[in-house]
C-alpha cells in the first residue's frame, strides 16, 4: 500500500456553518472536494499522527464513499486507531458518546441532519473535539483558512475496508476497529433512566410510537424501546435507515413528520409519540392529542430531572440558545440555578458543560440534551420523557398543564421562510437592523421596547466573543420578537422569525398558539415589512 499525495487546487466556499459543512451530494463528490476539507480539517488540528479518531454518519447517501476517503486519507497521515460504527452508521449523540468514552481525540460525523438525503440532495461533515462536541468556532475558522490554501492531500492507496462485518482490521499502519453503533450508547442512556419503571410502564399496556424516519435513530430506538424496554414490536416504525430517508424530510415537527402527527391527533392515537431526524439528534415529543413545544420541553425536563437516576441530584444549571423560549428561565429562577443565553448552535454550549456550569441545555429547534454528551440527543430526551411520565404516573399532556400552572405558560411559535432571495433576504435584516435605531422606549402594538438590538454573546468560560447572532426586539412585558438568517441551509436563504409571550394566568392557558401570538405576528411582519421584501404571503413552516 503506497502514499498518494494528490494535488488539487482549492475550493473558496468550504466555510463550516451552524452544524459543519453542508452541500449538495453533487458540490461534496466533485473531484478532490471532500479530501479538500478533510485534509483542511487534519491540518487545522496540528494532523492526525498518533490520534484515535471517531468516524461514522446518519447512513445517508454519499455515508460510505466519504467514510472509505476519510478512512484512508487519516490511515496514510499516521492515525493510530479509527472507530468505525457498522455499516458507516453512528448517530450524532452516539458519535459523542464514544469519542468521550474512548478517550479519542475527535471524530469526524458524516450528517446534513435533516436536510433530505440521495444523490440531488444534501451531505454533510463536522469535526467533534476530544469532549465529544462539535469544534468551537476558533476551529472551524482555522479549518476554514487552511481549506483557501490547500494544494494536495495524502490518501493511502488501498482497498475499501469491510464496514459491514464487526472487529478489528489494519489499514496500512492504522488499528480499524468497526463497532456495533447502539451497544454503547444504550448502556450509557441505561445508566440514566429507570429502565425497570420503563419497561414496568410498557408490561401494563402504555402504548407509544416512535417515528426513525427511515434515519439513523431506527436501530438505537429499536433496541432499547423494543428489545430492552419492552415496547410491543412496531411501536418503532420506518425503522431503517435508508439512504434517501425514504425520499422524506426526517425533521422532526409537525410538518414534516407528518404521519405520527396525524396518528397522534386521531382517535387511534397511543399515549406517547415521538420522533427523532436524520442523524439522531433533534426530537420532537408528542402525547395524545397533544404538542410539547421543544422549549416546554426543555423546561418541564429541567423541573422533573430528580425524578430520574441520572439527574436525581438535581441540575447545576440550564443554557438555551437565544431563538428558544423563556420557559426555562422561569424554572432555573425557582431552583435557584445558573441560567445561560447563548448564539444558536450546539457547540456554544460546549464549554459550558464542560466546565460544570449548566446540566440541562435545549434549543428551540427541538433540539434537547445534557451533560452525558456534548451533542443534543434526541433518544435521551424521549427516554427522559418515558422516565418522567413512568414517574410521575401522569400523561404527558397533564405534566405540561401541571408545569403551565406552577410556572407560567410562555406562548411561542417560529415562522420559516425557507429558500428566499439572498439578497433580498440580507437586505430586509440591513432594514431591520436600522429599525432598531432609538426605538427603546418607544410604544410598538401597546408594548414598551425593552431592547432592540443584535445578540452578541460572550462565552463565560473562554471570553470569547460571537456577533451578529440574531435581531431582537424585546419588550417590557418580557414579549419579544427576533430574527435571524439559518446557518444550515444549502439553498437561497431561510428567514426565521421567532415570537413569544408570557402569559401567568391559568385561565388563559388554553389558547391557540397562534391566536395567543396574533399581535405581535403581525408585528413582526410589519417591523420587518416580511412578505413585501421576501415576496412571500405565508410561512414555508410553523412551528
Ligand atoms: C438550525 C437550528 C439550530 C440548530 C441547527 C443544527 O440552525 O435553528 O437551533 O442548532 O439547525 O441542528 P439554523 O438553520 O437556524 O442556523
Ligand atoms: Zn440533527
Avoid at 478533510?38 to 498518533?50: C, K, L, N, P, R
Avoid at 398543564?401 to 411559535?413: A, D, E, L, S
Avoid at 426565521?496 to 397562534?514: A, G, K, M, S
Amino acid at each position: 500500500m503506497s502514499i498518494q499525495t494528490v494535488h488539487s487546487t482549492p475550493f473558496d466556499d468550504q466555510r463550516p456553518g451552524t452544524s459543519g459543512l453542508r452541500k449538495k451530494v453533487r458540490v461534496f463528490a466533485q473531484p478532490h472536494y471532500l479530501a479538500n476539507f478533510v485534509q483542511a480539517v487534519f491540518d487545522a488540528i496540528d494532523g492526525v499522527s498518533g490520534k484515535t479518531l471517531v468516524l461514522g454518519g446518519d447512513g445517508r447517501y454519499f455515508n460510505d464513499t466519504a467514510i472509505q476517503i476519510i478512512a484512508r486519507m487519516a490511515a496514510a497521515q499516521g492515525c493510530a486507531r479509527l472507530i468505525i460504527g457498522q455499516g458507516g452508521i453512528l448517530s450524532t449523540p452516539a458519535a459523542s458518546h464514544l469519542i468521550r468514552k474512548r478517550a479519542a481525540d475527535g471524530g469526524l460525523i458524516l450528517s446534513a441532519s435533516h436536510n433530505p438525503a440521495g444523490p440531488d440532495e444534501d451531505f454533510g461533515i463536522k469535526y467533534n473535539i476530544a469532549n465529544g462536541g462539535p469544534a468551537p468556532e476558533k476551529i472551524t475558522e482555522a479549518i476554514y483558512a487552511r481549506s483557501r490554501e490547500i494544494r494536495e492531500y495524502r490518501i493511502l492507496d488501498s482497498a475499501d475496508i469491510d464496514l459491514s462485518a464487526r472487529g478489528e482490521t489494519n489499514l496500512g499502519d492504522c488499528r480499524v476497529e468497526i463497532i456495533d453503533p447502539v451497544a454503547d450508547y444504550a448502556e450509557l442512556m441505561a445508566h440514566l433512566f429507570d429502565f425497570p419503571a420503563i419497561k414496568a410502564l410498557f408490561d401494563g399496556g402504555f402504548t407509544m410510537r416512535f417515528d426513525a424516519m427511515h434515519a439513523v435513530t431506527g436501530p438505537y430506538a429499536k433496541a432499547i424501546i423494543e428489545d430492552r424496554l419492552g415496547a410491543v414490536p412496531g411501536t418503532v416504525v420506518n425503522a431503517v435507515p435508508l439512504t434517501d430517508f425514504g425520499g422524506g424530510h426526517p425533521d422532526p415537527n409537525l410538518v414534516y413528520a407528518e404521519e405520527l402527527a396525524g396518528l397522534m391527533f386521531s382517535s387511534a392515537s397511543p399515549a406517547f409519540g415521538a420522533a427523532s431526524d436524520g442523524d439522531g439528534d433533534r426530537n420532537m415529543i408528542l402525547g395524545k392529542h397533544f404538542f410539547v413545544t421543544p422549549s416546554d420541553s426543555l423546561a418541564v425536563l429541567a423541573a422533573n430531572a430528580h425524578h430520574t437516576p441520572g439527574y436525581h441530584l438535581g441540575i447545576r444549571g440550564i443554557a438555551r440558545s437565544m431563538p428558544t423560549s423563556q420557559a426555562a428561565d422561569r424554572v432555573a429562577e425557582v431552583m435557584g440555578v445558573e441560567c445561560h443565553e447563548t448564539p444558536t448552535g450546539w457547540k456554544f454550549f460546549g464549554n459550558l458543560l464542560d466546565a460544570g456550569k449548566v446540566t440541562l441545555c435545549g434549543e428551540e429547534s427541538f433540539g434537547t440534551g445534557s451533560d452525558h454528551v456534548r451533542e443534543k440527543d434526541g433518544l435521551w430526551a424521549v427516554l427522559f420523557w418515558l422516565n418522567l411520565i413512568a414517574a410521575r404516573k401522569e400523561t404527558v399532556e397533564q405534566i405540561v398543564r401541571g408545569h403551565w400552572r406552577r410556572f407560567g405558560r410562555n406562548y411561542y411559535t417560529r415562522h420559516d421562510y425557507e429558500g428566499v432571495d439572498a439578497v433580498a433576504a440580507k437586505g430586509l435584516m440591513a432594514a431591520l437592523a436600522a429599525r432598531q435605531n432609538g426605538l427603546v422606549g418607544q410604544t410598538l402594538a401597546g408594548r414598551v421596547v425593552a431592547y432592540a438590538d443584535d445578540f452578541s454573546y460572550t462565552d463565560p468560560v473562554d471570553g470569547s466573543v460571537s456577533t451578529g447572532q440574531g435581531l431582537r426586539f424585546g419588550f417590557e412585558d418580557g414579549s419579544r420578537i427576533v430574527f435571524r438568517l439559518s446557518g444550515t441551509g444549502t439553498v437561497g436563504a431561510t428567514l426565521r422569525v421567532y415570537i413569544e409571550r408570557f402569559e401567568p394566568n391559568p385561565e388563559l392557558h388554553d389558547l391557540d398558539t397562534q391566536a395567543a401570538l396574533a399581535d405581535l405576528i403581525a408585528l413582526a411582519d410589519e417591523l420587518g415589512d416580511v412578505r413585501a421584501t421576501i415576496s412571500r404571503n405565508v410561512p414555508d413552516v410553523i412551528t
